[in-house]
């Protein structure tokens, strides 16, 4: 199973695409889609959607794992960032991929065992899981890949069967 991981975002998107087969874990690739700030928003939009795109056709994932939004701050960026995620979304439907969404807590869980675990914790275990030689940055990158290591601990468990 492809999976592609994503950290959303209007000005960074992450991403991490990964193959999971018989427990193991691949990284094909990972990075992040950045939009300027100066950029009409509608045009970051358009910006992400087709890089996203770019993804989908390269290595067409079978699952997309993204994360669930939780604000408790401000309401605009809050707004801005669920419209990137609808765009990205769509993208993955228009792909044909599932989509998937999980909560923070749950990657802590799936990635280190405990939900309470601090940023630097799931960054370190991401890059051990995946043999990577360093935590991928932006962050953003490090938290996609987390994303989809969640979803490939979790697709054959009974969370998904709800």
């Excluded at 999976?3 to 990284?27: C, E, H, M, N, W």
């Excluded at 390269?58 to 701050?73: I, R």
């Excluded at 601090?118 to 275990?125: N, R, W």
């Amino acid at each position: 199973m492809v999976i592609l991981g994503i950290d959303p975002g209007y000005a960074i998107v992450g991403f991490g695409i990964i193959k999971y087969d018989k427990g193991r874990l691949t990284v094909l690739d990972f990075g992040a889609i950045t939009t300027p700030a100066g950029m009409e928003f509608t045009e970051r939009l358009k910006s992400i959607y087709e890089d996203l795109s770019y993804l989908f056709e390269k290595y067409k994932p079978d699952a997309m794992a993204v994360e669930k939004l939780f604000f408790n701050t401000n309401k605009k960026t809050a707004v801005d960032v669920a419209q990137a995620r609808g765009v990205i979304l769509l993208t993955a439907k228009i792909h044909g991929a599932e989509c998937f969404e999980y909560t923070p807590l749950q990657v802590k869980q799936s990635v280190v065992g405990y939900g309470r675990a601090e940023k630097k914790q799931v960054q370190e275990m991401t890059r051990q899981l995946l043999g990577l030689s360093a935590v991928p940055k932006p962050d953003d990158t490090a938290d996609a890949l987390a994303m989809a290591i969640c979803h490939a601990h979790c697709s054959g468990s009974h969370y998904l069967r709800r």
